[in-house]
């Protein structure tokens, strides 16, 4: 069993930076795949990024990608989202989710993740 709960959303102006902090209770979470995925209002759930338990590998949305980095520190039990360069379309409430058994073909769908956060919201103004 893994809980994650997520921190450090908030309001910030275009072209700001936030990093996003998800901390996981639970054995499993070095051996889980780690994600962030978002949501606007009106829009569905998002693919963010994605962190492997091991290499670690990471993946990242082609809207991100450039902007965003995510990361983990499996001794602090927790994964980072690195958020630079932030435009009003990056608004959204953004989760953190964990799986244990994932493949690279289905690492950006969220039905495939077992474990998420509460949300954290954040918010870029113009």
């Known amino acids: 069993q893994v809980q994650l709960v997520e921190s450090g959303g908030g309001l910030v102006q275009a072209g700001g930076s936030l990093r996003l902090s998800c901390s996981a209770s639970?054995?499993?979470?070095?051996?889980?795949?780690m994600a962030w995925f978002r949501q606007a209002p009106g829009k569905e759930r998002e693919f963010v990024a994605a962190?492997?338990?091991?290499?670690?590998?990471?993946y990242y949305a082609d809207s991100v990608k450039g902007r965003f980095t995510i990361s983990r520190d499996n001794a602090k039990n927790t994964v980072y989202l690195q958020m630079n360069s932030l435009g009003p379309e990056d608004t959204a409430v953004y989760y953190c989710?964990?799986?244990?058994?994932?493949?690279?073909?289905?690492?950006?769908?969220?039905?495939?993740?077992?474990?998420w956060g509460q949300g954290t919201q954040v918010t870029v103004s113009s």
């Open positions: 962190i492997t338990w091991s290499g670690p590998r990471t």
């Open positions: 989710a964990g799986e244990l058994f994932i493949t690279m073909a289905t690492i950006t769908h969220s039905h495939e993740y077992h474990y």
């Open positions: 639970g054995r499993a979470f070095s051996s889980c795949t």
